[in-house]
């Protein structure tokens, strides 16, 4: 078994080290979307920290005598406080342990990673940054939809639905991009698709919600700006989901038809 261990630790390129907080990435949930950095901090890591959106999968990748603490939010529900987040993080380096504070998706995307650099910085903690595939360009690639398209789609926005109310638009600005990426927009897609329509978009554009990406249970809705809640609703699916809106959405069509003469 040591011997075993050994093995292990010599393949490992990327180490953590001790007292230090790696704030990494871990995908959208397929473990094989993990990059081999963040798999390496993960294999030789004291203690991990991590979100609800991090996968079965992924977290099937810590080492059994690893240090697991789940401080995510559930939906709308129960969560560890920030503040308290903060301080585990602190006090886990100080005490020398090599603390990796695992998100899902990209840490830097909606991950509110620069609070926790904030309270890394001003205790004096060293840490680092280890980017993840975001699910903002997983969901729709899983779905085969590219966020851009060469002369069709040149720009892109990533916005979050979850401050969403009426009269305070999280599309404001941003609603012309090409493509829009919606995270967190499952419980208001209603109200994001309406407000779409009253800033000009016009209700036949196409538009996709993406369940579940890269995981066994992925399923993708299409429809338009003006169906796409029905459409979703009577579908089934729900969170965690990414809504894209473009004419983007109109190329997995178009790789269906071509899937469909090749077979
Ligand atoms: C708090 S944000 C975190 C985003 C994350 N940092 C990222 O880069 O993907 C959570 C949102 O990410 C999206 N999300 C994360 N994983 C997903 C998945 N596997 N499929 C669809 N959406 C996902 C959903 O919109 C969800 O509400």
């Known amino acids: 078994l040591a011997l075993q261990g050994i093995r292990v630790m010599d393949s490992i390129r990327w180490p953590a080290r001790r007292g230090t907080v790696y704030l990494v990435g871990a995908g959208p949930g397929d473990p094989g979307l993990l990059t081999l950095k963040a798999r390496d901090l993960l294999a030789s890591s004291d203690a991990v920290l991590h979100d609800q959106l991090v996968s079965k999968e992924v977290l099937a990748m810590v080492p059994r005598n690893v240090k697991r603490v789940a401080v995510g939010k559930i939906g709308h529900g129960r ?48 840490f680092e940054i280890v980017p993840g595939v975001s699910s903002a360009l997983a969901a729709p690639a899983a ?9 069709r789609a040149t720009s892109v926005a990533i916005v979050t639905g979850h401050c969403a109310r009426p009269g305070r638009s999280p599309l404001e600005g941003v609603s012309g991009a090409d493509t829009l990426v919606v995270l967190m927009g499952t419980r208001a897609l209603a109200t994001l698709m309406s407000e779409l329509r009253a800033a ?48 983007v959405v109109r190329f997995r069509e178009e790789l269906g038809r071509v899937a469909a003469g090749a077979a």
Do not use: N, W, Y
């Open 143 to 151: 779905a085969g939809i590219p966020v851009t398209l060469r002369g």
């Open 200 to 247: 000009g978009r016009d209700p036949d554009t196409p538009a996709a919600f993406v369940s579940r990406a890269t995981l066994p249970t992925e399923r993708t809705v299409v429809a338009t700006l003006g169906t796409l809640p029905a459409a979703v609703a009577e579908a089934g699916v729900g969170a965690p989901g990414v809504v894209v809106v473009g004419e």
């Open 79 to 126: 969560h560890t406080a920030q503040s308290e987040i903060h301080r585990m993080l602190v006090a886990l380096a100080r005490a020398g342990r090599r603390v990796v504070r695992l998100k899902g998706g990209c840490p830097t995307v909606f991950g509110r990673v620069g609070e926790e650099i904030e309270a890394l910085a001003a205790a004096g903690v060293p």
